[in-house]
């Protein structure tokens, strides 16, 4: 039966393998690379996006028949929701899927290292700054680059409490 949907057993078990595999590298990756790297605000995240996605159908589909890809995509689906229950219930499991929100700015001063370790730019910076609609950089509280790879602003004057704060990594400076 299977083989007139156009895939074998062997086939569909290959299927499955390379899904698991490809969720895996892609987890690892992001964890590697950082947030910024599922970011759309650039053409090139944009492009890196676009290629990502061709890459891991191409892998995962290697010869293309309607069965194949609709057992990668509910192999894709299963992971992602299994992923999903266990990083919502058990906290060791969030922190190895989960990027940490990364202080960029604080109190107007921009940390270099952090900037480093996320590969953001200052340009990005001052970008987010001007849609804030903050003009100076002194006039910064925090900056804080977001798990999906936005920033968030925030101004000297707005208050600041340590609970919306707890998972940013290095906020006790």
Known sequence: MWSQLGMTWS??????VSAIGVYATIITLSRIFGQRQFATSTTYDLAFNFAMGSLIGRTLL????????????????????????WHH??????????????????????????LRRTGTSRLEVNQALRLAGIGAVEDVGA??????????VFGTTQ???????????????
């Open 62 to 85: 290697v010869r293309v028949s309607l069965l194949n890809a609709v057992v990668a995509l509910c192999a894709m689906f299963l992971l992602h929701a299994g992923a999903t229950w």
């Open 159 to 173: 208050r600041r409490t340590d609970d919306v704060f707890d998972e940013v990594v290095d906020v006790r400076r």
């Open 89 to 114: 219930r058990y906290s060791a499991i969030h922190d190895i899927i989960q990027n940490r929100p990364v202080l960029l700015v604080v109190d107007g001063k921009v940390l270099d290292d952090a």
């Open 11 to 16: 086939q569909l078990w290959l299927t499955v």
């Open 143 to 152: 900056v804080i680059l977001e798990r999906n790879g936005q920033f968030s």
